[in-house]
């Protein structure tokens, strides 16, 4: 098992940028593919971006490419995500996500570990 804490989030305006982080704890971090997701009032929990254990591989929802980046630092057990040019459409609570596997994959089933989760605002 895998214990997450997600940090980063807060208020931005439209145009914005923020880094949300994630650290973890409990299972090999390095052996676990992370990923973000993220939940906005009254919908259902949608795939952000996922990364490969080893930074190698990663993968973006068509809403988010070309504005986020995930990247992890295995030493210090941590995966970021960088938001940039936040529209209003992005606000949500965002939420860290592990699994155990080396594929990297959008499925939210697919992933065992989850955070609390750190919410996102972006104003217009």
């Known amino acids: 098992q895998v214990q997450l804490v997600e940090s980063g989030g807060g208020l931005v305006q439209a145009g914005g940028s923020l880094r949300l982080s994630c650290a973890a704890s409990g299972r090999t971090f390095s052996s676990n593919t992370m990923a973000w997701f993220r939940q906005a009032p009254e919908k259902g929990r949608e795939f952000v971006a996922a990364?490969?254990?080893?930074?190698?591989?990663?993968n973006y929802a068509d809403s988010v490419k070309g504005r986020f980046t995930i990247s992890r630092d295995n030493a210090k057990n941590t995966v970021y995500l960088q938001m940039n040019s936040l529209k209003p459409e992005d606000t949500a609570v965002y939420y860290c996500a592990a699994r155990p596997s080396f594929a990297v994959v959008s499925s939210r089933y697919a992933y065992n570990d989850w955070g609390q989760g750190t919410q996102v605002t972006v104003s217009s």
């Open positions: 990364i490969s254990w080893s930074g190698g591989s990663t």
